[in-house]
């Protein structure tokens, strides 16, 4: 079994700072990428930006130069900080990851189960 937990959301006002965590725990040979997604009412969840095993990104047009995505492969956890925060980033942020739970399995693509992210005055 494999749990990816997601914690930091809250409420932040425009121009705030949030920092979202995702922990992967249980069996796990190893992680490839590892990202974070969004979705908003009404909208298609969307990619905010992910990281490879190498630390390799990539970002939303939308989001480059205010969030920072990282990684820590010992702790089997990724992070993202959200700076300058505007009303449209609010959404529930996802976290999502490829991992393989032995070393001679396969890749499994797996989701958390959201951390809301609230943008409002």
């Known amino acids: 079994q494999v749990q990816l937990v997601e914690s930091g959301g809250g409420l932040v006002q425009p121009g705030g700072s949030l920092r979202l965590s995702c922990a992967a725990s249980g069996r796990i040979f190893s992680i490839n990428a590892m990202g974070w997604y969004r979705q908003a009412p009404g909208k298609q969840r969307e990619s905010v930006a992910v990281?490879?095993?190498?630390?390799?990104?990539n970002y939303a047009d939308s989001v480059k130069g205010r969030f920072t995505i990282s990684r820590d492969n010992a702790k089997n956890t990724v992070y993202l900080q959200m700076n300058s925060l505007k009303p449209e980033d609010t959404a529930v942020y996802y976290c999502n990851a490829d991992i393989k739970r032995l070393s001679w399995g396969q890749w499994s693509n797996y989701w958390g189960q959201g951390t809301q992210v609230t943008v409002s005055s």
């Open positions: 990281i490879s095993s190498g630390g390799s990104t």
